[in-house]
């Protein structure tokens, strides 16, 4: 079966930085465009950021961009979201997620990391 399994979620303060990552089996990893969710407590789950399957194309919601940056190493099946400047705002699980290319549906979730930045 397909699993995405993030890792590298943390408690930080305002100012630090994570880089999360996502290792993906049971799929074909080149196939896949990659991508980031969040959710905050309370809060509906928001998309955060996209790769595609070569990693010339990226995209960030306005309120990482700048902050966040997502890559991918296909040799390894891993997707990694690199984190500074962290913000309180940006506690909440963290979702890998995978999407088939060609389509723009978000095929496979991993289970979540919790990120929780205080102030």
């Known amino acids: 079966q397909v699993q995405l399994v993030e890792s590298g979620g943390g408690l930080g303060q305002t100012g630090d930085s994570l880089r999360l990552s996502c290792v993906a089996s049971?799929?074909?990893?080149?196939?896949?465009?990659m991508g980031w969710f969040r959710q905050a407590p309370g809060k509906e789950r928001e998309f955060v950021t996209r790769?595609?399957?070569?990693?010339?194309?990226?995209d960030y919601i306005d309120s990482v961009k700048g902050r966040f940056t997502i890559s991918r190493d296909n040799a390894k099946n891993t997707v990694y979201l690199q984190m500074n400047s962290l913000k309180p705002e940006d506690t909440a699980v963290y979702f890998c997620?995978?999407?088939?290319?060609?389509?723009?549906?978000?095929?496979?979730w991993g289970q979540g990391t919790q990120v929780t930045v205080s102030s």
């Open positions: 997620v995978a999407g088939l290319r060609g389509t723009t549906r978000w095929n496979y």
């Open positions: 790769i595609t399957w070569s990693g010339s194309s990226t």
């Open positions: 049971g799929l074909t990893f080149s196939l896949y465009t």
